[in-house]
């Protein structure tokens, strides 16, 4: 293997509060691990921190009206934004565009699946990422894995972004971006 960097995974800061205090909606009735994404309409951000990219402490991704805007005018396809309505300004955000990850060559560490939702307590993984793409490497793009990665309920996918994207955020002025490297 060659480690050359083919993308970026985009982190942000984890912000002091959760969507959801408390037990979340839409839960397996044998985990209780949540089954989906659920936006709380009473959510409020913290204004505290700053950053225009950051995930709740029960890992939602939100970001802020000037990520939405450089989005929208890099035109990227699949990005979806949910304007959280207690805190004007913030979108929950995602991806339905999937970047495969190289399985074979990542480190995964899971814990028994649940027999019932079978969603895995615990989906741990390695850095660096590996990158499933061997030729055609795109550099301007926003996906998200397929898989969420953490612990009980504090899990979510990574953004995996183009290199040429993590410039141009930087270039447009986002603030509070950190970026690991994926390799081929
Ligand atoms: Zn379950």
């Given at each position: 293997m060659d480690h050359i960097v083919v993308a970026k995974i985009l982190d942000g800061s984890t912000d002091d509060?959760?969507?959801?205090?408390g037990i979340a909606p839409?839960?397996?009735?044998?985990?209780?691990?949540?089954l989906k994404k659920v936006i709380n309409p009473e959510y409020l951000i913290s204004l505290r921190k700053t950053g225009d990219i950051r995930y709740t402490r029960d890992r939602y991704c939100l970001v802020s009206e000037n990520f939405r805007i450089f989005c929208i005018q890099n035109e990227y396809p699949g990005l979806i934004f949910i304007p959280l309505v207690s805190s004007a300004g913030y979108y929950y955000f995602e991806s339905q565009k999937i970047y495969p990850i190289n399985m074979e060559l990542q480190g995964i560490e899971l814990s028994d699946p649940c027999l019932?939702?079978?969603?895995?307590r615990k989906v741990k993984i390695a850095y660096p990422v590996y990158s499933k793409?061997?030729?055609?490497?795109?550099?301007?793009f926003i996906c998200q894995t397929e898989m969420e990665f953490g612990i009980n309920e504090k899990k979510s996918p990574l953004i995996i972004i183009g290199v040429d994207t993590a410039k141009k955020m930087i270039d447009f002025g986002l603030r509070g971006l950190s970026f690991h490297d994926v390799y081929k």
């Amino acid at each position: 293997m060659d480690h050359i960097v083919v993308a970026k995974i985009l982190d942000g800061s984890t912000d002091d509060s959760f969507m959801h205090e408390g037990i979340a909606p839409c839960t397996c009735p044998e985990c209780h691990l949540p089954l989906k994404k659920v936006i709380n309409p009473e959510y409020l951000i913290s204004l505290r921190k700053t950053g225009d990219i950051r995930y709740t402490r029960d890992r939602y991704c939100l970001v802020s009206e000037n990520f939405r805007i450089f989005c929208i005018q890099n035109e990227y396809p699949g990005l979806i934004f949910i304007p959280l309505v207690s805190s004007a300004g913030y979108y929950y955000f995602e991806s339905q565009k999937i970047y495969p990850i190289n399985m074979e060559l990542q480190g995964i560490e899971l814990s028994d699946p649940c027999l019932t939702c079978c969603s895995y307590r615990k989906v741990k993984i390695a850095y660096p990422v590996y990158s499933k793409t061997r030729d055609n490497i795109q550099h301007d793009f926003i996906c998200q894995t397929e898989m969420e990665f953490g612990i009980n309920e504090k899990k979510s996918p990574l953004i995996i972004i183009g290199v040429d994207t993590a410039k141009k955020m930087i270039d447009f002025g986002l603030r509070g971006l950190s970026f690991h490297d994926v390799y081929k």
